[in-house]
């Protein structure tokens, strides 16, 4: 019994001694489950190419993420398994990247970047793989005449892009940055937030089903934002003619708002306009016949206008 003791503890001591050196040297690999709930080493594969000038970009992808920025030069750098690599590919004009396959494993003991994780060693989640990102450089000065995402798991980030058109369908958090739309932006996220900084957009049609909108340092001129299920939040900004936020579960709040403008509140919990304030529902307005005019409806969450 004290041998097989002794054994024991010289087994641990031998495993704990191996588990440090692999954190001091960052041998750790992600430990992945596939759809058949198997464990399996998933490697990610980063593969850069120049592309042609191009004046669109179409982009559907299955589960990796997007990021287009502007850069030096056209280039697309993707980072992915090769189970699941996207293509990238010229038509005419348009630069087009497709994902046939999704990669449907996850990670399940991260030890990746992971700085919450325990005791530094990793977590436990259920989370994709943020390291899976396809990246599109725009040469600096290009103005695009349209680019269309279909993201069926991963994030979106556009940041300093000019683009006549731009149509989005995500199914994950949206983020577009001190980007030029100049025709009205189209935006359907089915499960995910929506962040806006620093821009103008015109008659925007924004739709969430399942997630939040956050406009900051943006001017409104016209335009429709649907949620369903989410907190609508807009600071710092501005809107011309009528802007109609409609909301079926969740608050509707302005920060830093113009007084000189038109607001109706209709909901039926808590109101705030400026100095007015109101409970238990109903409708509170002010400025109601100029032409700059926000409508701000929610049928469960309160509304607040400051």
Do not use: C
Request: aromatic fraction near 4%; avoid cysteine; charged fraction near 25%.
């Amino acid at each position: 019994m004290k041998r097989t003791l002794k054994i024991g503890i010289a087994v641990l001591i031998v495993g704990l001694i191996m588990v440090a050196a692999g954190a001091f040297t960052h041998s750790f690999k992600d430990v992945t489950f596939n759809h058949h709930g198997r464990p399996e080493l998933r490697t990610t594969q980063t593969v850069s190419k120049k592309v042609k000038d191009f004046d669109a970009i179409s982009v559907d992808l299955k589960s990796d993420q997007i990021r287009i920025k502007e850069g030096d030069t056209a280039r697309v750098q993707v980072s992915s398994t090769k189970e699941a690599m996207p293509t990238v590919r010229s038509v005419g004009h348009k630069l087009v990247i497709e994902q046939k396959r999704a990669d449907n494993s996850m990670t399940g003991w991260s030890f990746g970047h992971n700085p919450e994780g325990t005791f530094g060693l990793g977590t436990f989640n259920d989370a994709k793989h943020p390291d899976r990102t396809v990246v599109v450089t725009v040469p600096r000065g290009t103005k695009l005449n349209n680019i269309s995402i279909k993201e069926r798991q991963g994030a979106i980030r556009i940041t300093d892009v000019s683009s006549d058109t731009v149509s989005i369908s995500a199914h994950d958090d949206v983020m577009l940055e001190h980007m030029t739309v100049t025709q009205p932006l189209k935006v359907n996220s089915h499960d995910g937030n929506l962040y806006v900084t620093g821009m103008t957009l015109n008659t925007p049609s924004i739709k969430t089903d399942d997630g939040a909108v956050s406009l900051r340092d943006v001017q409104l001129n016209q335009g429709s934002i649907q949620l369903t299920d989410g907190t609508f939040n807009m600071t710092n900004g501005g809107f011309t003619g009528a802007v109609n936020v409609t909301n079926d579960d969740g608050d509707n709040e302005i920060v830093n708002a113009d007084r000189n403008k038109g607001y109706i509140l209709h909901g039926d919990d808590e109101n705030k306009l400026f100095e007015q304030h109101n409970e238990d529902g109903g409708t509170l307005q002010q400025n109601e016949t100029v032409p700059d005019i926000m409508h701000l409806t929610t049928n469960d969450g309160k509304n607040s206008v400051q």
